[in-house]
T-cell receptor
Framework: EPEVTQTPSHQVTQMGQEVILRCVPISNHLYFYWYRQILGQKVEFLVSFYNNEISEKSEIFDDQFSVERPDGSNFTLKIRSTKLEDSAMYFC?????????????FGPGTRLTVL | QKEVEQDPGPLSVPEGAIVSLNCTYSNSAFQYFMWYRQYSRKGPELLMYTYSSGNKEDGRFTAQVDKSSKYISLFIRDSQPSDSATYLCAMTKANQAGTALIFGKGTTLSVSS
């Protein structure tokens, strides 16, 4: 069964450093998403992406964040200058159509620890 | 008032029990409702989705939506130890491409054998 994959599974970085989190969405999917989950908190939407453009973004997704589909398979989230409060699980998701009745399939997540 | 409220539990039940998990929401624009299951340190996995008031059944799981009360439920019959996980309700607004899922905080369920 096709699945969303994410690398690395755990990333440790120093405050102020740039990090890139990588995702390989399901191959025939067209919409891509990033969510984050701070420990003990709810899963929060960051951004959705379609046709090489951001479709929707939340207040969390400020100028420190950017997304890119650098090739036909990868989808990345870049945090330019990490802060302690960026420590969280980051989940990538993808969906085939992007309509509300469509399923968003989540990857296993990348645990980001900012020291 | 938070958009989506969900009692975090934890909820502990014996094997075979019927489990009821619930969420309330404040925004009447939410039209589509989902239940995800999340095992420890894993990504959310979709269990069920529904868009109309009433019940939807899938095996041991039943999703119930009451839009007039802004209340959704997930019932698990004959609960099994493998059902032990965190259950997240999620919802979205009217049809828009790439729409965000808005999650509840999740209810942690433990089923003992």
């Amino acid at each position: 069964e096709p699945e969303v994959t994410q690398t690395p599974s755990h990333q440790v970085t120093q405050m102020g450093q740039e990090v890139i989190l990588r995702c390989v969405p399901i191959s025939n999917h067209l919409y891509f998403y990033w969510y984050r989950q701070i420990l003990g908190q709810k899963v929060e939407f960051l951004v959705s992406f379609y046709n090489n453009e951001i479709s929707e973004k939340s207040e969390i997704f400020d100028d420190q964040f950017s997304v890119e589909r650098p090739d036909g398979s990868n989808f990345t989230l870049k945090i330019r200058s990490t802060k302690l409060e960026d420590s969280a699980m980051y989940f990538c998701a993808s969906s085939a159509l992007g309509t509300n009745t469509d399923t968003q399939y989540f990857g296993p997540g990348t645990r980001l620890t900012v020291l | 008032q938070k958009e989506v409220e969900q009692d975090p539990g934890p909820l502990s039940v014996p094997e075979g029990a019927i489990v009821s998990l619930n969420c309330t929401y404040s925004n009447s624009a939410f039209q589509y409702f989902m239940w995800y299951r999340q095992y420890s340190r894993k990504g959310p996995e979709l269990l069920m989705y529904t868009y109309s008031s009433g019940n939807k059944e899938d095996g041991r799981f039943t999703a119930q939506v009451d839009k007039s009360s802004k209340y959704i439920s997930l019932f698990i019959r004959d609960s099994q130890p493998s059902d032990s996980a965190t259950y997240l309700c999620a919802m979205t607004k009217a049809n828009q491409a790439g729409t965000a899922l808005i999650f509840g905080k999740g209810t942690t369920l433990s089923v003992s054998s």
